[in-house]
Nanobody, 126 residues
Framework: QVQLVESGGGLAQAGGSLRLSCAAS????????IGWFRQAPGQEREFVGA????????YYSDSVKGRFNISRDNAKNTVYLKMNNLTLEDTAVYYC???????????????????WGRGTQVTVSS
C-alpha cells in the first residue's frame, strides 16, 4: 500500500510559478513510478508528466512541455512538479499517482497507476 499526499497548490497569477510536492509513504519508493495528472472541471484526467526509472528522461504532455519540470528525491520519498509560466488553462486539480516500475510500463495512462493522492487545487488568475 502506498499513500500519496500532494501539497503546494494554491492561487497563482498567469505567468507565475508554483511548485507542487508529492510525498509517498512507502519503504520501497524507488521502485515506483510517480506520475502527475490533472483534472479541470468537466474534463477527463490528463497526463502531465512522469520521469522514467533511470531518471534520465521525463515524459511531459505537449501542453506543459517546456514550462513544467518534474524531479524526484528518493531520499525524501518525494516528487516535485515545478510549474512555470502558468496559464489560465493550467487551472485544475493536480494529482500524483504511483505504479511499480516494470518492463513495458506505460506512463501516460491513468488506468496504469494503482495509487493516487487526493489532489491539490491550482488556480491561475489573469
Amino acid at each position: 500500500q502506498v499513500q500519496l499526499v500532494e501539497s503546494g497548490g494554491g492561487l497563482a497569477q498567469a505567468g507565475g510559478s508554483l511548485r507542487l510536492s508529492c510525498a509517498a509513504s512507502t519503504r520501497t519508493f524507488s521502485t515506483y513510478s510517480i506520475g502527475w495528472f490533472r483534472q479541470a472541471p468537466g474534463q477527463e484526467r490528463e497526463f502531465v508528466g512522469a520521469p522514467t526509472w533511470e531518471g534520465t528522461t521525463t515524459y511531459y504532455s505537449d501542453s506543459v512541455k517546456g514550462r513544467f519540470n518534474i524531479s524526484r528525491d528518493n531520499a525524501k520519498n518525494t516528487v516535485y512538479l515545478k510549474m512555470n509560466n502558468l496559464t489560465l488553462e493550467d487551472t485544475a486539480v493536480y494529482y500524483c499517482a504511483a505504479q511499480r516500475f516494470s518492463a513495458g510500463i506505460v506512463y501516460d495512462d491513468p488506468h496504469e497507476y494503482n495509487y493516487w493522492g487526493r489532489g491539490t487545487q491550482v488556480t491561475v488568475s489573469s
